[in-house]
Structures are given as structure tokens and as C-alpha cells.
């Protein structure tokens, strides 16, 4: 886009202007943002943090799927995951000519790679620039937020190949700087992040209309706008710009629709389905729920009880306990094949740590033990105690300290409630993230669609080895057996998990 620069007199028609840009220049089909942090290489100024507003979706069918297969530039591809400390999934992918282990992550919007020069990215600290002949610098840098930490990038471009699909040039940030004890232990040296992929621009165009939104206050109060003011508006719409021209992963390869699958043994590996179609072959097996965020993979979470499952022999109540989110009030829930954990709200964790009492210190009964029970989309789901409670071991890391819910820490190697508190409240309720312990049980693919009608997550219940079956139609395997030891020091919170520890208010 080509822009003049302009004095002060002249800026309300100027202006006047940007704001009509911004409008145009927003994709068509989806509105709202997600968070950024982006400034220009060497203007030391942060963005404004913007975030994003839900929607109610209506309901579509499985036409939907059948112009995405025609869409798609590749066949369906399985890709496995590899399994690490019950913590972590690896997929492998190529960057210049480097081999290395992504984590595929749906709570993260863009792919952070690891640079070689990081001093402070530990084990992650993988990728050389200078192996490889095309890979370029950008002009912007970035702070990148998780869970677990942060880091400072600067954005780059390589060719990159991934699953199926031929390689091609790819956007990309490669951090420099870190601040994320997990990867002192991390068998990740990539962020693969898999956000819906008009999210990045969207809120850099969401941070121009914060500024332009500033300055015109001045105006508005028959005052002069300061020139910092007037510099915010131009560097913001130079990395408006920049970012637009981005690409993320999922819309550079024409990624229509993805799944993942993790397996429910200890120490197993999951499969990731790159163009995946079977919710169109299999329709029957399949239940569609909606997506409700604008710019993240999010949904309703509707009436979630714990229910005592009929195997139990415990002589404890077997009456349902309800944990809040009712039909009227609802919660919204995050699914993020990133996370390590379950982030749920403290009422959650309160019930759950009295069901503890039932259980013994060698977590030989599970079964006495309640199944979490929820519906998504007005479907309902359930998991199992495994989904919550595992041995653990090793050290509590300190960026866990005081954000995830243990129990007593004088004994190693002993069965443990492990979930993360979520204080945060979205417009339809508190904010709930499930993450990998439900891709144990539920096969789900993640549809991108071209409008908010399209979008929506297709969810089957797995089956051995992954395979997709009917809901309620997978028998119960040996509990014990599924029973995890969970590498502390491997457990990774992403974005997702900050916003739902840190923000009171979270806008998806």
C-alpha cells in the first residue's frame, strides 16, 4: 500500500482515510483479533495488546467438507507424533536443509523456530540460518507469550516442506532470546502454531484502529495530537502492512482441514492428518460443533458435572455434582492440541480435590473416582480420571509453582491431581482449555473453512490406534493401564494457558 507522509493540519483527512483502509483491508469473511506484540526491527515501542470478540455459529453440513476436499492441495496424510514424557507430541519437519521436532500447536498462531545463536533456549536452541542458502531476515521482531515463558524473535523466511506437501517459502519468527526453563528439557525445537491463519493480521489491523482511535481523542478535544501519537500511527500501519503479507503455515500450504489424534496408553504416540476427510466418508461417526471464536479455536462448554462411573466401588454419593456453566450462563473452552494440561476453573478443581479423598496413594482404584462429563456445541462428552490425575515425575518447575494444581509434593512418583486454574471470564463464561488429555479420548478435526459458518471442529470418539468411531461406542479400556507418569519438567503451557492464568477477561 502506497502512503504519503503527512504534517499535522492535514491528518484528520488523513485519517479519515486509514480508517477506511483498516475496514477494506480486514478479511472479508471473519472480524475481531487476536493478541499481538509486533513492532518494527529497532523502534523499541511495543503494539497495544488487542484481542478478539466471540459469535454464536449457525449450524452447517458436510458440504462444507466436500468444498474443502476440492479445495486442498494435497491427499490426507497421516504424520506421527511422537510421545514425550507424557508432556509433549514432536512431529518432524524441514526448514532450509535442517531436520527438526515441532510441536503442533492449535492455542498458537504463528511458527517459532529455535535459533542455533539462542543462548538462553536451551536444548531447543537448533536451528542455523546460515546452513542455509535462502533464508532471509524480515524488518520486524517480535515477543512471543506462553505459559511457560516468553521469547524475542526476529521475523525470517526459509523453505520449509511438512507432511505431504511440497516445499515452499515460508514466514516464520526465529527467536533469539527466551526466557522458558522448559526448554532446558524440551524435546520441541519449533512452535508450530496452527490458530486460525487470518489471525496474526487481523490484529495488527486491530492495533491500527487503537491508534487511529487515539489520536482523533485529541481532536475531539479540539487539541493538537502529539507527534509519538502521529509515529504510532505510521509504524502500526507499515506493520500492518508487513503482516498482511505474512503468510501463516495452514494458508501458505492450503491446509483446509487438519486432525489429531493422541493415543490413550501411557507413553503412546498420536497421529496428526494432515487434509483430513474422514468426518466426510464417516459423516455418522462424527458430531459438529461449532467454533464461537473469532480468531481461536474455541466453542461453548455447556453443564459440566462429575458423575461416578458404574464400575465404581466407592461408597461415596453416586449423585452428579454440578460445576457451574449451566445451559443459561455457559463457559467457553479452548481446544489446544498444545497443552499439556487441563485448565478448568476453581470450582472445578475444588470437587475434584475432595474426589481425591477417594482415591488410594498407589492409584490402584480410578474407577472410584468421578468421569468429567460436558457438552461442546450441545454434544455430549466425557473423560476420564486419567484425563486429571497421573504419577509424577521430578521437580515442580518454578514457572509451575503457584499455577497448576498438585498434590503433595513430599512424595515422588505418587498418583496426583494435575490440572491448571483458569481465572479467566469470556462473554459467554469462564474459560476452560482442554488440552491433550482430551485428544486421548476424542478424535478431532479442526475445519478452517472460508466463513464463520464453515468453521467448526468435527469430533469422533477414538478408537484403538486412532481410528475414529462413534461416540460412546469405544469400550473401556483397562484403567490402570492408562494411567500416565508425567515429566514435570516437559509440561508446556502456550499462549492459551497465560491468557487463561494471567487476564481477567479474555476476548476469543
Same mark, same amino acid.
Given at each position: 500500500?502506497? =502512503?504519503?507522509?503527512?504534517?499535522?493540519?492535514?491528518?484528520?483527512?488523513r485519517?479519515?482515510t486509514?480508517?477506511?483502509?483498516?475496514?477494506?483491508?480486514?478479511? *472479508? *469473511?471473519?472480524?475481531?483479533?487476536?493478541?499481538?506484540?509486533?513492532?518494527?526491527?529497532?523502534?523499541?515501542?511495543?503494539?497495544?495488546?488487542?484481542?478478539?470478540?466471540?459469535f454464536?455459529?449457525?449450524?452447517?453440513?458436510?458440504?462444507?467438507?466436500?468444498?474443502?476436499?476440492?479445495?486442498?492441495?494435497?491427499?490426507? @496424510?497421516?504424520?506421527?507424533? !511422537?510421545?514425550?514424557?507424557?508432556?509433549?507430541?514432536?512431529?518432524?519437519?524441514?526448514?532450509?536443509?535442517?531436520?527438526?521436532? %515441532?510441536?503442533?500447536?492449535t492455542?498458537s498462531?504463528?511458527?517459532?523456530?529455535?535459533?542455533a545463536?539462542? =543462548?538462553?533456549?536451551?536444548?531447543?536452541?537448533?536451528?542455523?540460518?546460515?546452513?542455509?542458502?535462502?533464508?532471509?531476515?524480515?524488518?520486524?521482531?517480535?515477543?512471543?507469550?506462553?505459559?511457560?515463558?516468553?521469547?524475542?524473535?526476529?521475523?525470517?523466511?526459509?523453505?520449509?516442506?511438512i +507432511?505431504?506437501?511440497?516445499?515452499?517459502?515460508?514466514?516464520?519468527?526465529?527467536?533469539?532470546?527466551?526466557?522458558?526453563?522448559?526448554?532446558?528439557?524440551?524435546?520441541?525445537?519449533?512452535?508450530? +502454531?496452527?490458530?486460525?491463519?487470518?489471525?496474526?493480521?487481523?490484529?495488527?489491523?486491530?492495533?491500527?484502529?487503537?491508534?487511529?482511535?487515539?489520536?482523533?481523542?485529541?481532536?475531539?478535544?479540539?487539541?493538537?495530537?502529539?507527534?509519538?501519537?502521529?509515529?504510532?500511527?505510521?509504524? =502500526?500501519?507499515?506493520?500492518?502492512?508487513?503482516?498482511?503479507?505474512?503468510?501463516?503455515?495452514?494458508?501458505?500450504?492450503?491446509?483446509?482441514?487438519?486432525?489429531?489424534?493422541?493415543?490413550?496408553?501411557?507413553r503412546?504416540?498420536?497421529?496428526?492428518?494432515?487434509?483430513?476427510?474422514?468426518?466426510?466418508?464417516?459423516?455418522s &461417526?462424527?458430531?459438529?460443533?461449532?467454533?464461537?471464536?473469532?480468531?481461536?479455536?474455541?466453542?461453548?462448554?455447556?453443564?459440566?458435572?462429575?458423575?461416578?462411573?458404574? %464400575?465404581?466401588t466407592?461408597?461415596?454419593?453416586?449423585?452428579?455434582?454440578?460445576?457451574?456453566?449451566?445451559?443459561?450462563?455457559?463457559?467457553?473452552?479452548?481446544?489446544?492440541?498444545?497443552?499439556?494440561?487441563?485448565?478448568?476453573?476453581?470450582?472445578?478443581?475444588?470437587?475434584?480435590?475432595? #474426589?481425591?479423598?477417594?482415591?488410594?496413594?498407589?492409584?490402584?482404584?480410578?474407577?472410584?473416582?468421578?468421569?468429567?462429563?460436558?457438552?461442546?456445541?450441545?454434544?455430549? @462428552?466425557?473423560?476420564?480420571p486419567?484425563?486429571? !490425575?497421573?504419577?509424577?515425575?521430578?521437580?515442580?518447575p518454578?514457572?509451575?509453582?503457584?499455577?497448576?494444581?498438585?498434590g503433595?509434593?513430599?512424595?515422588?512418583?505418587?498418583c496426583?491431581?494435575?490440572?491448571?486454574?483458569?481465572?479467566?471470564?469470556?462473554?459467554?463464561?469462564?474459560?476452560? !482449555?482442554?488440552?491433550?488429555?482430551?485428544?486421548?479420548?476424542?478424535?478431532? *478435526?479442526?475445519?478452517?473453512?472460508?466463513?464463520?459458518?464453515?468453521?467448526?471442529?468435527?469430533? #469422533?470418539?477414538?478408537?484403538?490406534?486412532?481410528?475414529?468411531?462413534g461416540?460412546?461406542?469405544?469400550?473401556?479400556?483397562?484403567?490402570?493401564?492408562? &494411567?500416565?507418569?508425567?515429566?514435570?519438567?516437559?509440561?508446556?503451557?502456550?499462549?492459551?494457558?497465560?491468557?487463561?492464568?494471567?487476564?481477567?477477561?479474555?476476548?476469543?
Amino acid at each position: 500500500m502506497h =502512503r504519503h507522509r503527512h504534517g499535522r493540519r492535514t491528518l484528520p483527512f488523513r485519517l479519515s482515510t486509514l480508517a477506511s483502509v483498516v475496514g477494506a483491508s480486514r478479511p *472479508t *469473511t471473519f472480524s475481531g483479533v487476536v493478541e499481538t506484540g509486533m513492532t518494527l526491527l529497532g523502534d523499541g515501542e511495543a503494539l497495544v495488546q488487542t484481542k478478539a470478540v466471540a459469535f454464536v455459529e449457525p449450524a452447517a453440513t458436510t458440504e462444507d467438507l466436500r468444498r474443502a476436499a476440492a479445495r486442498s492441495r494435497a491427499e490426507s @496424510f497421516p504424520q506421527t507424533m !511422537i510421545n514425550f514424557g507424557d508432556a509433549q507430541y514432536i512431529s518432524y519437519l524441514k526448514i532450509g536443509n535442517q531436520i527438526l521436532a %515441532g510441536m503442533l500447536d492449535t492455542g498458537s498462531f504463528e511458527l517459532v523456530v529455535f535459533g542455533a545463536d539462542c =543462548r538462553t533456549c536451551g536444548v531447543a536452541a537448533h536451528y542455523n540460518p546460515s546452513l542455509s542458502s535462502t533464508f532471509r531476515f524480515g524488518r520486524l521482531i517480535s515477543q512471543q507469550s506462553y505459559g511457560s515463558g516468553s521469547c524475542h524473535s526476529q521475523a525470517s523466511s526459509d523453505i520449509l516442506q511438512i +507432511g505431504p506437501f511440497r516445499e515452499a517459502m515460508q514466514n516464520f519468527w526465529t527467536v533469539q532470546q527466551a526466557n522458558m526453563s522448559v526448554l532446558a528439557h524440551s524435546a520441541f525445537e519449533v512452535i508450530i +502454531g496452527l490458530g486460525p491463519p487470518e489471525a496474526p493480521a487481523a490484529g495488527a489491523w486491530k492495533s491500527v484502529t487503537a491508534v487511529i482511535s487515539n489520536v482523533t481523542s485529541y481532536y475531539d478535544m479540539a487539541e493538537p495530537a502529539p507527534d509519538w501519537a502521529l509515529r504510532q500511527v505510521d509504524k =502500526r500501519l507499515e506493520i500492518a502492512d508487513e503482516t498482511g503479507a505474512r503468510t501463516a503455515l495452514l494458508g501458505n500450504f492450503g491446509v483446509t482441514t487438519f486432525s489429531v489424534c493422541l493415543g490413550a496408553a501411557a507413553r503412546s504416540n498420536g497421529i496428526f492428518v494432515w487434509n483430513d476427510l474422514s468426518a466426510l466418508s464417516q459423516p455418522s &461417526l462424527f458430531a459438529r460443533v461449532p467454533v464461537t471464536g473469532y480468531h481461536t479455536w474455541s466453542t461453548s462448554l455447556t453443564n459440566p458435572i462429575l458423575v461416578v462411573s458404574r %464400575g465404581s466401588t466407592s461408597s461415596g454419593s453416586d449423585e452428579p455434582v454440578q460445576l457451574g456453566c449451566g445451559a443459561e450462563a455457559g463457559c467457553s473452552a479452548i481446544l489446544d492440541t498444545g497443552m499439556s494440561l487441563i485448565a478448568a476453573p476453581r470450582i472445578v478443581i475444588e470437587k475434584l480435590r475432595e #474426589a481425591m479423598l477417594l482415591l488410594k496413594p498407589d492409584c490402584s482404584n480410578p474407577d472410584d473416582l468421578p468421569n468429567l462429563v460436558f457438552e461442546l456445541g450441545g454434544h455430549t @462428552f466425557s473423560l476420564p480420571p486419567e484425563a486429571y !490425575i497421573a504419577e509424577v515425575e521430578g521437580n515442580m518447575p518454578e514457572y509451575l509453582a503457584g499455577l497448576v494444581e498438585f498434590g503433595n509434593w513430599s512424595v515422588s512418583h505418587t498418583c496426583q491431581l494435575l490440572l491448571v486454574e483458569s481465572v479467566a471470564i469470556t462473554e459467554n463464561g469462564p474459560l476452560w !482449555i482442554l488440552g491433550m488429555p482430551f485428544f486421548r479420548k476424542y478424535y478431532t *478435526t479442526f475445519h478452517v473453512g472460508e466463513s464463520r459458518e464453515e468453521r467448526a471442529f468435527y469430533i #469422533a470418539e477414538a478408537g484403538e490406534d486412532c481410528y475414529p468411531v462413534g461416540l460412546g461406542e469405544q469400550p473401556l479400556a483397562d484403567r490402570r493401564s492408562l &494411567l500416565r507418569r508425567v515429566e514435570l519438567q516437559k509440561v508446556h503451557l502456550p499462549q492459551t494457558a497465560r491468557v487463561a492464568m494471567r487476564e481477567q477477561f479474555a476476548n476469543l
